[in-house]
C-alpha cells in the first residue's frame, strides 16, 4: 500500500487508542458475580495515521480481533479511551455512536459467515444506506452497482444471492459495503485468510488500489507475516493482550528487538530455498499463558529465551531501545541485539 517514509511519522493522527483494557467475565458464583475475567486486551496504547496502513500481528487469541472490535464499537472497552478524528468514541451511547460509524467500517475474516445467504447482494450491500438514511429507492440502486463496479463486481449481479459468487467474490461484496458510507478508517479484520493464496493476492491489490483512489486508512490484522510486511507502513505485535513492539515495517523486520517478534519473524516462510535452509527458527518453550491468570511482569517471560529475573516482577514499557528509530518502540528489559542467535536454556 503506501510505501514506508524514512522519516518518523508525526501528524495528528486519524485513531488514538490509549490505555484499552477489555475483560470478559467467566463463570457466576453464587451471589451472580464473575469468577474470573478474561484479559482479551490489557492496557494497549497505539496511534494510526492518516492515509497509512498500520499492520497487527500475533498468534490467534492474543487480543488481535477483540482490539478491533473495542475500536470500531462493536466491544464497549473495559476502560481506556479511542478517540477517532478527535472525537472520543468511547462512552458514547448507541444513538451518539451512530453517527460517527459512517467514519469507520470493518471488513470481516469469513467471507461466507459475514453475508446473510437468504439476502441479494444488493440489499447487502445497501443495508449502510438504509440504516444511515442516506438514499433509498433508484439512488440506493445506483450507489450500490457503482460500488460493485468499483471493487470488480457485475452490477447486474445485483439480484444474486451470496451462494452464487465465489469466496473471492464475496469478500469484494464485504468490502463494497464497508466502503458505502466513505470511511476514513476501514479495520481489515484478516481480510484474505480464508481465501486461496491466488484470490489473496487479488483481494490485497484491490485494498491498495482503493486506498490511493479513497485516501483510506487501514489496520491490517494478519497472521501471516509476509503479507502484513508487503501491505503495512508500521506493524505492531501482539502478545496475550498486550503490544509487545511497534516500528516502520522494514525496521521490525529487519531488526526485531522483542525476542516475541523475533521467533514470529523466524517461523515465517521463505521463497527462497536457500535462505530457508539457513534460516535459523527460535522455537519457544511451553504455551501461551491463559489470559484468565497472565504472568506477573513481562507476560512474555514465561517462554522467553532472555528472561532474567527482573522481568517476573516488573512489566517493561514500551519505549525505544538504544539508538532505534523513534518510532521503533518494544516493551523489553532486555532487547535483542543486532546479530544475536536467540536459543533455549
Do not use: W
Not at 84 to 95: M, N, Y
Not at 190 to 204: G, H, K, N, T, Y
Not at 218 to 232: E, G, K, M, Q, T
Not at 249 to 266: N, Q, V
Request: charged fraction near 25%; aromatic fraction near 4%.
Amino acid at each position: 500500500m503506501t510505501t514506508a517514509s524514512t522519516e518518523p511519522l508525526i501528524t495528528e493522527p486519524l485513531l488514538q487508542v490509549r490505555d484499552v483494557r477489555k475483560y470478559f467475565p467467566v463463570g457466576r458464583g453464587l451471589l451472580g458475580g464473575a469468577l474470573a475475567e478474561v484479559k482479551a486486551v490489557d492496557g494497549v496504547s497505539l496511534d494510526v495515521q492518516r492515509g497509512e496502513t498500520f499492520g497487527l500481528v500475533g498468534e490467534t487469541g492474543c487480543g488481535k480481533s477483540t482490539l478491533a472490535r473495542c475500536i470500531t464499537g462493536l466491544y464497549p472497552v473495559t476502560s481506556g479511551h479511542v478517540v477517532l478524528d478527535g472525537t472520543e468514541l468511547t462512552g458514547l451511547s448507541r444513538r451518539r455512536l451512530r453517527p460517527l460509524r459512517r467514519q469507520m467500517q470493518m471488513i470481516f475474516q469469513d467471507p461466507y459467515g459475514s453475508l446473510n445467504p437468504r439476502r441479494r447482494v444488493g440489499s447487502i450491500i445497501g443495508d449502510p444506506f438504509a440504516v444511515h438514511g442516506v438514499a433509498s429507492g433508484a439512488e440506493r440502486r445506483r450507489r450500490v452497482q457503482e460500488l460493485m463496479s468499483l471493487v470488480g463486481l457485475n452490477p447486474e449481479h445485483y439480484n444474486r444471492f451470496p451462494a452464487e459468487f465465489s469466496g473471492g467474490q464475496r469478500q469484494r461484496i464485504g468490502v463494497a459495503r464497508a466502503l458505502a458510507l466513505h470511511p476514513e478508517l476501514i479495520v481489515c479484520d484478516e481480510p484474505v485468510s480464508a481465501l486461496d493464496v491466488s484470490i489473496q493476492a487479488q483481494i490485497i491489490n484491490l485494498l491498495e488500489d482503493l486506498q490511493d483512489e479513497l485516501k483510506l486508512t487501514y489496520i491490517f490484522i494478519a497472521h501471516d507475516l509476509n503479507v502484513v510486511r508487503h501491505v503495512s507502513d508500521r506493524v505492531a505485535v501482539m502478545y496475550l493482550g498486550h503490544i509487545v513492539e511497534v516500528a516502520r515495517s522494514e525496521d521490525l523486520y529487519t531488526l526485531p528487538r522483542h525476542p516475541y517478534s523475533a521467533a514470529l519473524l523466524s517461523a515465517s516462510s521463505v521463497a527462497d530455498p536457500d535462505e530457508a535452509e539457513q534460516k535459523q527458527r527460535i522455537i519457544l518453550r511451553g504455551d501461551v499463558p491463559s489470559p484468565v491468570n497472565p504472568p506477573s511482569g513481562c507476560p512474555f517471560h514465561p517462554r522467553c529465551p532472555k528472561a532474567q529475573d527482573k522481568c517476573v516482577v516488573e512489566p517493561p514499557p514500551l519505549e525505544r531501545k538504544d539508538d532505534d528509530p523513534v518510532d521503533h518502540l518494544a516493551a523489553c528489559h532486555f532487547p535483542v541485539q543486532p546479530g544475536e542467535v536467540l536459543s533455549q536454556p
